[in-house]
Each structure stands twice: as structure tokens, then as C-alpha cells.
């Protein structure tokens, strides 16, 4: 059981450039969630999904795409990366009756 | 605006004694509370939540207080260790139970052996 996995670990972009941040998980999770950690911040809510085919907004989703095809999978799409974009990138999931969410160790994001 | 606000940047405690981190939230429709450690490099790790209806949640030495009308909790760490340092995120969510979490910005606590 390998709980909530991210790839890559990290990642160097140049402005402009377009990635997708993996994100897969094993616990049958429904509710999958993203999260951007910025110096002084906190965590903040990029985007997230309640089981598949269905995705909403977070508090920040400016600039990222999702999308939810399969319970396992979480992708995160940058489509044109911005240096406001550099940031640590944690995904998260959750059993939909409340449970705790899981995070996984984090994808670190560069954009020069 | 920050809706979930942790004042103290750092905390450093002595071994064996008492670790007290504290919370405060402006949104009252916040009615779940969460406390998250976070080791560097890695990913943030649940550690203790409490429930709006309640004011008080214990396991093991760890105990969450919630104030309601102060709209305020805090977290006990009895006795700290040397492995408690980390940085502990405050979080709260509202209608669904844990999910669409608002983080506070942290508080780094360092445990002096």
C-alpha cells in the first residue's frame, strides 16, 4: 500500500513551458484535492474532485488544469508556467465519509 | 484575508515540558478542526482533529482544545520530545466534514533536548 504517490519530485520550468504534476493513489479515495505551500502562506487549495469525471474549483486554480478520468489518478497541468507558479505542490486524498486526508510528499516546482 | 491564522511563527520548548500551539479562525461557518505535522521534505501528516461539537479531543499526548466563541484552539503536546519538532499546521473546513481544507501558515516548534 503505497498511499498517495507524486511525480516528479522535482521539477525546473522555463516560463511558458507546460508539465503535468502526477498524482496516484491506492486507498479506493474519492475525494482527491491539490494544494500549492508558499513561504508564509499555508497550504492553499488549487484544485480538487469528489470521485471521477467530477472536478471543482479551490481557492487558487488560476493557471492549472484538472481532470479526474479514473479513481486512482489526480493529475495537475500547468499549461503556460509562470514564475508566480513556483511553489511546493502537495496532493491529497480522502475517503468520502470524513476521514483524514492523505498527503503525498510533495512535488517541487521551479519556473525561471 | 486570512481565514485561519497561526501568530507564532516558531516555538521553542524544553524537553518534558508542555507544547502549546494556538489557532485562531474568523469564518463561523468553520465547524471541523484539524492538526497537521509536517516533517521537511515531506508531506503534511494528520495528527489530531476535533469536531465542532466538541471542546476538547485527547489521544495519546496530544489534546486539541476548542473555544467556540473565542473561535480559537489550541494544540497540548504533553510531554514534548525531540521528534515533535516540526512545523504544525492549523486547518478548518466547513459542511462536508474534512474535505476543502483552509490551512493556517504554520508554526515551526523546536524541542531543546
Known amino acids: 500500500n503505497a498511499g498517495v504517490t507524486q511525480t516528479p519530485k522535482f521539477q525546473v520550468l522555463k516560463t511558458g513551458q507546460s508539465m503535468t504534476l502526477q498524482c496516484a493513489q491506492d486507498m479506493n479515495h474519492e475525494y482527491m484535492s491539490w494544494y500549492r505551500q508558499d513561504p508564509g502562506m499555508g497550504l492553499r487549495l488549487i484544485h480538487y474532485s469528489v470521485g471521477a469525471g467530477i472536478t471543482d474549483q479551490g481557492e487558487v486554480p488560476n493557471g492549472y488544469n484538472v481532470s479526474r478520468s479514473t479513481t486512482e489518478d489526480f493529475p495537475l497541468r500547468l499549461l503556460s508556467a509562470a514564475p508566480s507558479q513556483t511553489s511546493v505542490y502537495f496532493c491529497?486524498?480522502?475517503?468520502?465519509?470524513?476521514?483524514?486526508?492523505?498527503f503525498g510528499p510533495g512535488t517541487r516546482l521551479l519556473v525561471l | 484575508d486570512q481565514q485561519v491564522k497561526q501568530n507564532s511563527p516558531s516555538l521553542s520548548v524544553q524537553e518534558g515540558r508542555i507544547s502549546i500551539l494556538n489557532c485562531d479562525y474568523t469564518?463561523?461557518?468553520?465547524?471541523?478542526f484539524l492538526w497537521y505535522k509536517k516533517y521537511p521534505a515531506e508531506g503534511p501528516t494528520f495528527l489530531i482533529s476535533?469536531?465542532?461539537?466538541?471542546d476538547k479531543n485527547e489521544d495519546g499526548r496530544f489534546t486539541v482544545f476548542l473555544n467556540k466563541s473565542a473561535k480559537h484552539l489550541s494544540l497540548h503536546i504533553v510531554p514534548s520530545q525531540p521528534g515533535d519538532s516540526a512545523v504544525y499546521f492549523c486547518?478548518?473546513?466547513?459542511?462536508?466534514?474534512?474535505?476543502?481544507?483552509?490551512f493556517g501558515t504554520g508554526t515551526r516548534l523546536t524541542i531543546i533536548p
Open positions: 491529497a486524498s480522502a475517503g468520502l465519509a470524513g476521514e483524514t486526508q492523505y
Open positions: 486547518a478548518a473546513s466547513g459542511g462536508f466534514g474534512n474535505e476543502k481544507l483552509t
Open positions: 476535533i469536531s465542532s461539537i466538541k
Open positions: 469564518n463561523s461557518m468553520f465547524d471541523y
